[in-house]
């Protein structure tokens, strides 16, 4: 069982940056692949980057490469998401989740947090 729990969401003008952090429970954090996904209102989740359990592994989606990064600790079972040049569009709750495998679906992870609001302002 791993447990989830996002930080750092808020308000922020367009243009503007924001850090996300999701700290897990558990001793086998670093054995996880960790993902982000978010869900603007009215819309269905979404993926927005996934880091397998080494980091060497990464990807994203198209309308956030180059302006998001993911990274992790696993020394502090936390994984981050480094959000910059932000857009009105990119406002939604954001969601941390993290499963054995590595995908893009949402379907594919079994463990999810509570989610963060993240709202971008034009």
């Known amino acids: 069982q791993v447990q989830l729990v996002e930080s750092g969401g808020g308000l922020v003008q367009a243009g503007g940056s924001l850090r996300l952090s999701c700290t897990a429970s558990g001793r086998t954090f670093s054995s996880y692949v960790m993902a982000w996904f978010r869900q603007p209102p009215g819309k269905q989740r979404e993926f927005v980057a996934a880091?397998?359990?080494?980091?060497?592994?990464?990807d994203y989606a198209g309308s956030v490469k180059g302006r998001f990064t993911i990274s992790r600790d696993n020394a502090k079972n936390t994984v981050y998401l480094q959000m910059n040049s932000l857009k009105p569009e990119d406002t939604a709750v954001y969601y941390c989740a993290a499963d054995h495998v590595f995908g893009i679906s949402h379907l594919v992870y079994d463990y999810w947090g509570q989610g963060t609001q993240v709202t971008v302002s034009s």
């Open positions: 880091m397998d359990w080494s980091g060497g592994n990464t």
